[in-house]
């Protein structure tokens, strides 16, 4: 399972995507992957808000992921 | 010619967009250009770099310009997105559409660009001399 980080979300991180492994436990949903991503990087949990899109669509936390799932996190949108 | 144009672009030329919002039954054309500006809160800005999410940011500039033309009576819809790093005056994001009267053209262009700015998955980082800065990033 890869996961696409943008923005401020990539330099909380440090890259641009996390990529978990075969062994690692995935995150069953949306809501589990902003808790595993808030507690390894608590910055996420200071930003203005954190979504994220499943399949290019944003998704809700009850959305529930598998590995072959293009998932993306997207921090506060600030274009135009 | 298509009805909707929704592009993600390395370089904006704005004096394109008239005609490309022209069309024989639209007696308005409105167009707004988002442009980078020199100071935030007295700070100079040196550039604004912009990245984005571009299959989904495509996808939600067209959700808006549908949604658009589903609440107002247009003939051509246009949204343009910049990315890159960009300096003081140059165009960002361009949004227009085109009508028969101008008020649906005129409310049609305030709500692109303000839908834009809420949903499309696009990121703008203030450089400044001293330090860079996410816009939004933070309360």
Redesign the interface.
Known sequence: MEVLLFGIAKDIVGKSEIRFSETDELPGSVGDLKRLLTASYPEFGKLSSLAVAVNSEYATDAVFLTKDDEIAIIPPVSGG | MEKLTIEIVDHIDSANVYSELSHPQSGGICVFV?AVREFTNNEEVVALE????K???L?EMEKIALEAMEKWELNKVLIR?AVGAKKVEEP??VVGASSAHRTACFEASRFL?DT??????????EIFKNKSV??????
């Open positions: 988002g912009f990245e984005t999410y299959n989904m940011a996808k997105h960002v994001v660009i834009l700015k809420e949903k499309v998955p696009i990121w703008k980082k996410w816009v939004s990033a933070h309360p």
